[in-house]
């Protein structure tokens, strides 16, 4: 009851406002005659309501005070025991005004679910006048009573003239709630010195709540020199005579070792004993215990109607975290409905994590219709109110949403924002801003002096872009163990990316010995926590029999999890299995993972589609899209598409003919070393495809694609010495050409040689 306690005043939202109404509205008529007419005030579990009579003419009005209260375990009986303790209490006189409340009245509270979660007690305050003109009289605990109507009015003026009225008489409640309104800035300017001073006075008469206030100034330093260990005593002084925001509040000390040492499970017994009393404070404290395991046993069921009840008592984090649980499942079947619901009830008062995943909702159309203008709106507030988190997310937001002018350089901005504020994700992104240029101009020193500030703060992340740039003389000169030291810290970490990197270079002796075994332990580490190139490189070396012998069903398993993951690689060395292997082999299963793969832009799938498109015998042949598939991948300068791609060009397939352009195809293969693109291009020189007759240069490049057991080389090569065309005439030389060409089944050099 607020005559016993004066806490600060919650920043109602509207949604709570209305959830009190319409229960108000509910129980019409009260006490058979009253209506609700105005909602006056809201102190943490009371209200003050105004009521008018239901009789047609009668302008009679009266008023009545709500006190909910709420148990965590929807215990009826424990409800109806706190609610007949509050009724004797108020039997006693202790505080109160005689016949204050003249009849009373309980309704229950239920859920969604029709749980009874709490019960509000309404009682009838007894008619009588708010002002009176001469306060000489008047005895200190009537000043407090009449000052404070006046103050649930917010008539602070003259509230405040009752409160120093008491003040003189030494009523310990006026002094306290005269360092309220000082410390609050009610009716007087704000003055924290000033509100200590009276929270000082009022508890050296013994008066509890204002020993819970200025342990709370002691605690942080308002108004007064921060002192733990004061704070401390005052909270459990507090605590001893059972005031809930005392015994949260000592909690607090326990947990984060202030005044005292450190122990989280005896915090935890506070907030459990404050949370039977139904303070939302201790709920969401206890409700993150449960939910983390922190000090008593995770569970998340408990944890979730922790956070219910707190946010059904208008608590703005526990709200946010009812939203995080439904929006995720936790403690509760998954409803993103109900998690944009409270993410948006928690937001109503710029709970900056609340805008965020608002934000995050209207951006993905999760439990409302996708608006990304409203969840740039979100984005917006939240970081212009300086939440870190929020500016980074904004950042992200620009840059996967480049249809927005100036995207690119207001992502770079925002990243900027929360790198001062040393959010390490907004550090390594605007790192690769840097070393990609985007939205910023491109520097590469830069990046790398970003990614080394983000790895000192132990993020395994910029360990591991560090450890990169390092392999790779990226920004910086290339150091292959400075590369491994911050992979192996990556890796230590748990960041899978680090170890398949690090994976990679044992698997390669790249400034470490060649080690298959520890490679597949790195891959296998991340491929435990799902991470797709991890359940590929696994899958990569169960086939290739790298540290195990070679295992095609391991392999396929888990290429297959790779693959559900939308790991292209899997998908095609999959589609290279089913169309490969002979034990294994089923065209269309490699033809459906190929599609997986194209469908992921994959352009060695689709080389392999456009072989089977221009074949024609599993699939119905479709020349014009295998030379779509052709085009796309040569365009992206895969040597064996190049190749066929200047074949296309060479014999006009698909009704498009240009041999300088396949000439110009089979140069790039063959620069890249494919033997076929190699044997093409002297094809060119030898014939003037493209370009001119050059036989030396063909006789070159023939024998370069030979050396590498090209059968359709070796018989250029034995033609050219039979025939001597372009280099001098050699029959010996030729015969052996022939017969390579013979040995690897190519059917001209065996009629040559005939």
């Known amino acids: 009851i607020?005559?016993?306690?004066?806490?600060?005043?919650?920043?109602?939202?509207?949604?709570?406002?209305?959830?009190?109404?319409?229960?108000?509205?509910?129980?019409?008529?009260?006490?058979?005659?009253?209506?609700?007419?105005?909602?006056?005030?809201?102190?943490?579990?009371e209200s003050l309501i105004k009521v008018k009579h239901l009789s047609y003419g009668n302008e009679k009005h009266a008023f009545v005070k709500v006190v909910t209260v709420y148990d965590q375990d929807n215990n009826l009986k424990y409800l109806e025991k706190r609610i007949q303790d509050i009724k004797s209490h108020l039997n006693l006189n202790q505080g109160y005004i005689e016949d204050e409340f003249v009849e009373d009245e309980q309704y229950l509270i239920e859920n969604n679910q029709g749980e009874v979660i709490g019960i509000d007690l309404c009682l009838l305050m007894k008619e009588d006048t708010y002002k009176v003109d001469d306060l000489d009289d008047l005895s200190g605990k009537l000043l407090y009573e009449l000052g404070l109507k006046l103050f649930d009015k917010h008539e602070y003026d003259e509230a405040l003239r009752y409160f120093k009225k008491g003040e003189v008489v030494n009523n310990s409640d006026c002094i306290c709630i005269i360092g309220y309104l000082y410390e609050r800035g009610l009716g007087v300017e704000r003055d924290y010195v000033k509100a200590a001073y009276y929270y000082q006075k009022a508890t050296s008469l013994n008066n509890i709540v204002a020993s819970c206030n200025l342990a709370y100034f002691y605690e942080l330093g308002i108004g007064i020199e921060q002192d733990y260990q004061k704070a401390y005593e005052l909270y459990l002084k507090g605590a001893e005579t059972g005031f809930p925001r005392a015994i949260c509040n000592l909690g607090y000390c326990y947990e984060y070792g202030r005044g005292v040492k450190a122990d989280l499970k005896q915090a935890v017994e506070y907030y459990l004993e404050a949370a039977r009393l139904g303070y939302s404070e201790a709920l969401y404290s206890l409700g993150t215990c449960l939910e983390f395991g922190e000090g008593i046993e995770k569970d998340i069921e408990r944890a979730f109607k922790c956070y219910e009840e707190a946010a059904n008592q208008g608590h703005e984090r526990s709200q946010y975290r009812l939203g995080y649980c439904y929006e995720n499942g936790l403690g509760t079947l998954q409803d993103f409905v109900k998690a944009f619901y409270w993410y948006e009830r928690a937001s109503k008062n710029n709970y900056p994590p609340a805008l965020v995943s608002l934000a995050t909702c209207y951006e993905l159309g999760q439990g409302t219709i996708e608006d990304l203008k409203m969840a740039r709106s979100y984005y917006k507030k939240a970081a212009h109110l300086g939440y870190v988190r929020a500016q980074f997310w904004l950042g992200y937001f620009y840059e996967t949403h480049l249809e927005i002018k100036n995207a690119a350089y207001r992502c770079s901005y925002w990243y900027r924002k929360a790198s001062k504020q040393n959010d390490v994700q907004a550090i390594v992104a605007l790192g690769y801003c840097y070393e990609s240029g985007f939205g910023v101009k491109r520097d590469l020193k830069r990046a790398v002096e970003l990614y080394f500030r983000a790895a000192k703060l132990n993020y395994p992340a910029a360990q591991c872009n560090l450890a990169y740039c390092y392999e790779m003389g990226i920004g910086t000169k290339p150091d292959i163990k400075q590369a491994i030291y911050y992979y192996r810290l990556a890796s230590k970490a748990g960041y899978p990316r680090a170890m398949c990197n690090l994976g990679y270079l044992y698997d390669h002796g790249e400034g470490v010995k060649i080690n298959h075994q520890k490679a597949f332990d790195l891959y296998m580490q991340a491929a435990k926590v799902n991470y797709a190139p991890g359940l590929y490189h696994v899958g990569l070396a169960y086939e290739e029999g790298k540290a195990n012998e070679v295992n095609i069903d391991k392999a396929i398993t888990f290429y297959k999890r790779a693959a559900n993951l939308d790991y292209a690689m899997a998908m095609y060395n999959l589609g290279l299995i089913y169309e490969q292997n002979e034990d294994y082999h089923d065209d269309l299963k490699a033809i459906s993972y190929y599609e997986m793969a194209i469908d992921q832009n994959d352009i060695r799938a689709m080389y392999r589609m456009a072989l089977y498109l221009d074949e024609g015998?599993?699939?119905?042949?479709?020349?014009?899209?295998?030379?779509?598939?052709?085009?796309?991948?040569?365009?992206?300068?895969?040597?064996?598409?190049?190749?066929?791609?200047?074949?296309?060009?060479?014999?006009?397939?698909?009704?498009?003919?240009?041999?300088?352009?396949?000439?110009?195809?089979?140069?790039?293969?063959?620069?890249?070393?494919?033997?076929?693109?190699?044997?093409?291009?002297?094809?060119?020189?030898?014939?003037?495809?493209?370009?001119?007759?050059?036989?030396?240069?063909?006789?070159?490049?023939?024998?370069?694609?030979?050396?590498?057991?090209?059968?359709?080389?070796?018989?250029?090569?034995?033609?050219?010495?039979?025939?001597?065309?372009?280099?001098?005439?050699?029959?010996?030389?030729?015969?052996?050409?022939?017969?390579?060409?013979?040995?690897?089944?190519?059917?001209?050099a065996i009629k040559e040689l005939e």
């Open 2 to 45: 607020s005559r016993l306690k004066i806490s600060a005043y919650l920043f109602i939202d509207k949604e709570l406002i209305m959830d009190i109404i319409d229960r108000i509205k509910s129980y019409e008529p009260l006490f058979d005659w009253w209506l609700f007419d105005d909602l006056i005030s809201i102190i943490d579990q």
């Open 617 to 748: 015998k599993v699939i119905a042949k479709d020349v014009q899209k295998a030379f779509t598939y052709l085009q796309i991948s040569a365009n992206k300068e895969y040597a064996p598409a190049m190749n066929m791609y200047g074949i296309y060009l060479e014999d006009g397939i698909s009704d498009y003919k240009d041999s300088q352009e396949a000439f110009r195809y089979f140069l790039k293969a063959s620069n890249q070393g494919y033997v076929p693109g190699i044997y093409n291009l002297g094809r060119c020189y030898f014939y003037g495809i493209g370009t001119d007759v050059n036989k030396q240069e063909a006789f070159e490049l023939f024998c370069k694609a030979s050396a590498m057991k090209y059968r359709e080389a070796c018989f250029m090569v034995g033609y050219m010495y039979c025939y001597g065309d372009g280099i001098e005439k050699d029959i010996q030389k030729a015969k052996e050409y022939y017969q390579e060409s013979a040995d690897l089944g190519f059917q001209d």
